[in-house]
């Protein structure tokens, strides 16, 4: 006899939403999730003399997704806009942006709708013919925002999505609040979570799976694999790899042609007074730090930087290769660098920055075993891979999480969510509503 009618493989919120969707249809769901916490890429944690929560995973709420809006709306969590001043460090120098979006969306769309390539290339081409900033924030915005290496970043995605014109929030509590929120409701619907259940194998047949984890084995109809994509391309034997029997030779074929994109941050906790006074430059502390908004940067490690004004946090970022090369580091090495580099966009001492900061939070994303990256990205000529990806396989293996979005919502919270909702309705047109 069958554990359930469907298991899903992952707690994110793609199989958060698409166990609520079944078991509100009134099907058997279980969750089996390999950590002792839901919510993979979205990490909310509460260390204590911290103002508010600190994000180490998702941080912003990006506009225009039904999934993403409805989900916020049943948490009772709002979208509070961000902040959008801009500045460039450079030389030395600090300049003052007020169209900083729109010069990188004025980068993209000299793209055009006919280059195929990838966006390293098409740079190199034509940054002559660029004003020397906006290359500079097209390039922090490739490797920074997308997490890609430029030689494979899609230039054609990147054009697209300039097309669109998007908002940046944050959410008005922590962003977790999400994730427990689909949790109650599901468990509610009658659906059921195991944490700490290491999914090792999923053998199947048309109409019938068995996943093995944590020592045991559970049947099912059908089964939602909603891992990240670093987890997907595992090495048989590595912590977190899922080997499929018979294999998916036609997805691993779509898999070694794409990459998980690397993301580092740091969270730094600043002394209660570090907007009036302090080794911070004078216009970056105005109003209370909210003029910091986000500096920019050519720098190799954490070249961008925003603040959580007026809280007295600050958030340094590295995105790409950069973010690769620090697989594995320690975190005394990361906050190390972090706070070099933060020293020398500021001009200030990096004795006087150690004693401004109280405290600080980092995860290793690309080293931790159960995502092995960030978030994926529209490789250039495989813009058709996460549609492929998403295929439902014999009626029986169905696919979601960010990685197998639309193209222009890969790597994101809302890209997530609506791959949980077209999977749900895939498995239920296989099911049928109860």
Known sequence: ???????????????????????????????????????????????????????????????????????????????????????????????????????????????????????????????????????????????????????????????????????????????????????????????????????????????????????????????????????????????????FAPRLRAKERLLSRLESGHARRVVLRLRADAWRRGPLPAELRRNEGRSFGFLQSEEYFFPVWWAEAPRPVLVGWTGGPAAKEMTGWPDRKVFAAALRSLAKLCDCSLTALRRLVLDGRTHDWAGDPFTRGAYSFATAGEEQAPSQLARPVGGTLFFAGEATAELLELGTVHGALASGERAAQEILARLGSR
Do not use: C
Request: aromatic share 6%; net charge positive; charged share 25%.
């Open 1 to 243: 006899m069958a554990d359930a009618e469907v298991i899903v493989v992952g707690a994110g919120v793609a199989g958060l939403i698409a166990a609520l969707r079944l078991a509100q249809k009134k099907h058997q769901v279980i969750v089996l999730e390999a950590r002792s916490r839901a919510g993979g890429r979205i990490y909310s944690e509460k260390p204590p003399g911290w103002p508010a929560p600190v994000e180490v995973g998702a941080e912003f709420v990006h506009s225009g997704n039904a999934a993403l809006a409805a989900a916020l709306r049943a948490a009772a969590v709002k979208k509070l806009p961000v902040t959008e001043r801009q500045w460039l460090a450079r030389g030395g120098r600090r300049e003052a942006l007020s169209d900083g979006w729109e010069r990188i969306d004025g980068v993209m769309r000299r793209i055009g709708p006919r280059y195929r390539g990838a966006f390293g290339p098409w740079l190199a081409a034509h940054e002559g013919e660029l004003d020397p900033a906006d290359a500079v924030l097209a390039r922090a915005f490739v490797s920074g925002f997308q997490g890609a290496q430029p030689d494979r970043m899609s230039a054609r995605a990147l054009y697209e999505a300039a097309q669109e014109e998007e908002e940046q929030f944050r959410p008005s509590r922590r962003y977790d609040a999400l994730v427990d929120d689909l949790m109650r409701r599901l468990r509610r619907a009658g659906g059921t979570i195991h944490f700490d259940t290491v999914v090792t194998e999923i053998r199947w047949r048309r109409g019938r799976v068995s996943v093995s984890a944590g020592g045991r084995s559970w049947g099912a109809s059908a089964a939602l694999v909603t891992v990240p994509l670093g987890v997907w391309k595992a090495k048989a034997g590595e912590t977190g790899a899922i080997a």
